[in-house]
């Protein structure tokens, strides 16, 4: 299943895909539960703060990335929430310019979960710039990484 844990760039289009070694209700709840997620999201050194998080259509998610002795906000607002198999989400950047959609697919693969995520922005460049300035592709890789180490600990409960 090595072939899934994989990450590659279609133009605008970046594409992470992981098999998590965890049911797919677990990934969803962790992905879900503003408890679960303050644990897990953002970079290797990014801690989490949640203002309000509720997982429905059109509504929203508002939170700060603490990290590089900055803080970064961060909103996001649900556009599908299919429970426990997707989420669709529009995250607002720091213009117009930078906002893009997310969808997270969570699908059961022998009892694992094997999850896709699309992030499609407004042009290849606006990642370009977005990985000079914050390597955000590495970022995404390392978020994953501490989903599956989280998972981890979570499963072992």
């Known amino acids: 299943m090595e072939q899934y844990n994989t990450f590659k760039q279609e133009g605008n289009i970046l594409i992470h895909t992981r098999i998590l070694n965890a049911p797919r209700d677990l990934v969803w709840e962790v ?3 503003p408890e679960h997620i303050k644990e897990w999201w953002g970079p290797d050194g990014f801690s989490l703060t949640i ?3 509720n997982v ?3 509504k929203t ?3 700060i990335m603490h990290g590089w002795g900055q803080d970064f906000d961060s909103k ?3 556009l599908e929430v299919k429970k426990p198999s997707l989420l669709s989400y529009k995250h607002f950047g720091e213009s117009e310019d930078y906002d893009f959609t997310v969808s997270v697919l969570l699908e059961e693969v022998e009892g694992k979960t094997l999850l896709t995520m699309k992030s ?3 042009s290849k460049e606006i990642i370009e710039d977005l990985n ?3 390597t955000v592709i590495e ?3 390392q978020t994953l990484n501490r989903l599956e180490s989280y998972l981890t600990i979570s499963v072992k409960k």
């Open 51 to 53: 203002k309000s998080m």
């Open 132 to 134: 000079r300035r914050f």
């Open 120 to 122: 499609a922005f407004k």
């Open 31 to 33: 992905w879900t539960t």
């Open 76 to 78: 996001v607002e649900y």
């Open 61 to 63: 998610w508002d939170s």
């Open 56 to 58: 429905a259509p059109g």
């Open 139 to 141: 970022g995404g890789k």
